[in-house]
């Protein structure tokens, strides 16, 4: 019986990015309103996206659009107004036409305080789903060593 030889491709990438909770993002009491939290996904995305070479723009560029389908946001401790948190993103890879990432919010003492997920597909700025992955993030994928060239 043959071994099977472990893949080299990676299947996650991540990049950390800090926030500051503005005071407008709170309620009376000083804590951020949970809602602000999956904005918070937003910045750690569009952080990741400068930073590895696939923004909105980037996307735009190449006709697309990547709406949000699902997001799941799951609460352990609160942030208060002038904490700066870091949000660790990370996009999980799959064979699928989407992105999925994955979040990890911390307060300055380095507690976990939010961790979530969103699903996002690819649409055409006409509105056309694509079933199929572009070609521009194929390449972006090859890029990153998701995929064997």
């Given at each position: ?86 949000i660790k993103t990370t996009y999980i890879d799959t064979a699928a036409a989407k992105m999925i990432f994955k979040y990890e919010i911390k307060n300055p003492a380095g507690q976990v305080v939010c961790m979530g997920k969103t699903v996002q597909v690819f649409v ?26």
């Amino acid at each position: 019986m043959q071994e099977k030889m472990p893949s080299k491709t990676k299947r996650e990438i991540s990049f950390t990015s800090k926030v500051r909770v503005r005071f407008a993002e709170t309620d009376p009491l000083g804590i951020v309103w949970h809602g602000n939290y999956i904005q918070y996904f937003e910045d750690g995305r569009e952080a990741f996206g400068r930073h590895h070479g696939i923004s909105y723009l980037d996307q735009k560029a190449h006709n697309f659009s990547t709406p949000i389908v699902e997001s799941r946001c799951e609460h352990k401790l609160p942030l208060t107004y002038g904490d700066v948190a870091t949000i660790k993103t990370t996009y999980i890879d799959t064979a699928a036409a989407k992105m999925i990432f994955k979040y990890e919010i911390k307060n300055p003492a380095g507690q976990v305080v939010c961790m979530g997920k969103t699903v996002q597909v690819f649409v055409e700025l006409g509105g056309e789903l694509s079933l199929v992955i572009p070609e521009f993030f194929m390449e972006w994928k090859k890029k990153m060593g998701l995929l064997s060239e």
